[in-house]
């Protein structure tokens, strides 16, 4: 076992150094030449056409991600291994809060298992009876102009027998299909690029404990089974339990624009899960950009997060124990309180004013602190799966059905519980959503007040220059424009205070001063270099020219 998993090392070590060796210029978009080398022949065998710069990190906080990417690059992680983490990063000398830690192109994208259509060659997502299958296989397909090149002729000769040819737009193969084409192009492209299936075999996939789950029956039943019986492709129900285990344990969700599916990134897969991580990714282009979002200090694990950060405790811990099969322990996990958030607390509907915290026994009776009233666990438990099950019935982007469905679990469930701060973060991006003209000052104002106490909350669950801190400092600047732009800015009171998470603006105001114009400038700054890689950034460009034309009239 210590000469295998030697080998499961050396294999990643080995990828993570082919990734280090060919840095070109960030913009290069140009195929990189043939050579004999392991490091680069791997990078032509699986990723052709794109951009293997990874492991550069160098800068300061603010400086520009170009100025960054003008410096010579430098391995800044290394991989470590540890009975209770496994194989995971470590940082390998300090990193600063902003710099750049990796860059890595994924072996392997598919759509999420059980999705509903979207392009083979370029995953888009397709609506309706906007596309047409392949001409082959009937496959969903954007059409002659996607430009994608995800559907290999080989795949497609792989699929002609499911059926999809003479019904393109069959909803139930379509979701049959999502479920086996990871497991179809990881096979098609270990066989192309023999290297590639040392770098696969080496992730962990707990084949053996989801072999006793559900998830492993259905696997052998409508995965392995499939490929053998259906689609005439010979492989072994184990090598089909371990790829998905690799998948579901490993892969990312990636969003770009309407690019929606996961990535097997073998980089990215190293880093341990963190409740509060200390790096923050972004897939744009065909390449994920992780950034260090805190100080990581030289020996520290560099940090992702496996799950939702705004989740609670149970939450978070049913969902990693069933899709990755372990249990975190972390600071957060095991403080009550959650860092001092009370995002799984709940206000006792007793004195009116205390919160109530989940006791570390699932079956314990909930306490009051203040009053000491006692609630039996299953009535809490019913409270919140009403709460929850109120929250996923809302319509999307219908800001008045939000903020009714806050107001009313507010007072169940208090300020602080982390379905009341779902809906608070739904409610900022439902009003945002719609054209800023047609918001009333009352909304305008609503989403200052929102963001600010999001951001006091941002601050203590993803401290540091997280998307989430982005994307509140993005609104909340949007809103204190369009309020500027309303009011006035000329003759103003330059006396005007603002509060230490941003431009404080509230409803008796009828100016602002030029201060509270700097303030919303400087969080455009910090805004802008958060989001840099987000495909919110051209957002944050646009509202830096409206507050340019406000100070400029």
């Keep these: 076992m210590e000469a295998e998993e030697q080998q ?71 991989i470590h291994s540890s009975p209770g983490f496994g194989r995971y990063l470590v940082a390998s000398r300090n990193i600063a809060a902003g710099e750049v830690v990796f860059r890595e192109a994924p072996l392997v994208v598919a759509p999420k298992a059980g999705s509903g259509a979207s392009c083979l060659a370029c995953l ?89 789950l559900p998830i492993g029956r259905f696997v052998d039943e409508h995965v ?10 010979p492989v072994d129900s184990d090598i089909v339990q371990h790829l998905c285990g690799i998948f579901d344990t490993n892969a990312f969700e990636i969003s770009d624009g309407d690019i929606r599916g996961r990535a097997l990134l073998p980089g990215g897969a190293l880093m341990n899960h963190s ?45 990693l124990s069933t899709s990755k099969l372990f249990t975190c322990e972390c600071e957060r996990c095991l403080d009550p309180t959650e860092l001092g958030s009370h995002l799984s607390s709940v206000l006792c509907r007793g004195c009116g004013g205390g919160l109530m915290l989940p006791p570390a026994d699932c079956r314990a009776d909930w306490e009051c602190p203040a009053c000491g009233k006692s609630v039996p666990a299953g009535a809490i438990e019913t409270l919140l799966r009403a709460g929850g099950a109120a929250l996923g019935r809302l319509p999307i982007g219908d800001a008045a059905a939000v903020a009714a469905a806050l107001a009313h679990l507010r007072r169940l469930l208090g300020d602080a519980h982390y ?4 809906l608070k973060y739904a409610l900022v991006q439902a009003r945002m959503a719609t054209a ?42 949007r809103a204190a424009v369009e309020l500027l732009q309303r009011r006035g800015v000329a003759d103003c009171d330059t006396t005007a205070a603002a509060s230490a998470g941003g431009t404080q603006l509230n409803s008796s105001q009828s100016v602002y001063s030029v201060q509270n114009v700097e303030d919303v400038s400087r969080q455009l700054e910090e805004c802008a270099f958060i989001l840099h890689y987000d495909s919110r950034h051209d957002d944050v460009i646009e509202v830096k020219q409206r507050i340019t034309s406000l100070i400029s009239f």
């Design 8 to 78: 499961r090392m050396s294999a990643l070590e080995r990828y993570m150094t082919s990734l280090a060796a060919i840095n070109p210029s960030w913009g290069d978009q140009d195929k990189p030449e043939a050579s004999d080398s392991f490091s680069e022949r791997l990078q032509l065998e699986y990723c052709p056409t794109k951009r293997p710069e990874v492991l550069r990190s160098s800068g300061s906080l603010f400086s520009s991600p170009e100025e960054q990417d003008e410096r010579r690059p430098r391995e800044v992680v290394e």
């Design 124 to 212: 888009r997502s397709l609506q309706g009876s906007e596309w047409a299958g392949c001409q082959q296989c009937g496959a969903p397909l954007c059409g002659r102009g996607c430009g994608g090149d995800g559907h290999s002729q080989e795949e497609c000769r792989l699929l002609v027998p499911l059926g999809l040819k003479g019904q393109p737009q069959n909803t139930v193969l379509i979701k049959q299909l999502s479920v086996l084409l990871t497991p179809i192009r990881t096979i098609l492209l270990m066989k192309k690029a023999p290297p590639v299936k040392e770098v696969i075999a080496a992730l962990q996939s707990h084949a053996e404990e989801r072999r006793r």
């Design 224 to 233: 392995a089974k499939v490929l053998r019986a259906r689609l005439g492709l």
């Design 275 to 319: 409740c509060s991580p200390n790096t923050q990714h972004w897939y744009r282009n065909g390449v994920m950009t992780v950034r260090a979002v805190v100080d990581i200090p030289e020996g520290a694990p560099v940090t992702n997060t496996y799950t939702n950060s705004l989740w609670g405790t149970r939450a978070r811990a049913a969902h």
């Design 419 to 422: 379905i009341v701060v779902e």
């Design 436 to 477: 800023l003209e047609a918001l009333t000052e009352d909304d305008l104002l609503n989403v200052l007040d929102l963001t600010s106490d999001l951001l006091r909350l941002a601050d203590l669950l993803e401290p540091g220059l997280s998307r989430f801190r982005g994307i509140l400092l993005l609104e909340r600047c």
